[in-house]
């Protein structure tokens, strides 16, 4: 959700909630590689959005395992 994303992202990270994936994907198109998650530990929203972007035609998309939190538990850097 937009509040999720506010409270703490990855530095660089684009909100993209999964409803909207279908119509604004394509701006994604510039990137090579896209790393999905969610603030959920199990991932499942961040899952259903990857599957998603593979069926829309982006090639190298992978899920973050354990979404933000576990980013955040290795100490990396939140925005």
């Given amino acids: 959700s937009r509040t999720e994303f506010e409270e703490g992202h ?4 684009i909100h993209m909630p999964i409803e909207l994936a279908r119509d604004e994907h394509r701006t994604l198109r510039q990137y090579d590689t896209l790393i999905v998650y969610c603030r ?9 959005l990857s599957k998603l ?5 982006h090639r190298d998309v992978r899920t973050l395992q354990g979404g933000i939190e576990a980013w955040r538990a290795a100490g ?4």
């Avoid at 990855?10 to 990270?13: E, Q, S």
């Avoid at 972007?53 to 035609?57: D, F, K, P, Q, V």
């Fill in 76 to 79: 990396y850097a939140v925005d």
């Fill in 40 to 48: 959920d530990r199990g991932g499942v929203r961040a899952t259903a």
């Fill in 53 to 57: 972007l593979i069926e829309l035609g």
């Fill in 10 to 13: 990855i530095p660089g990270a």
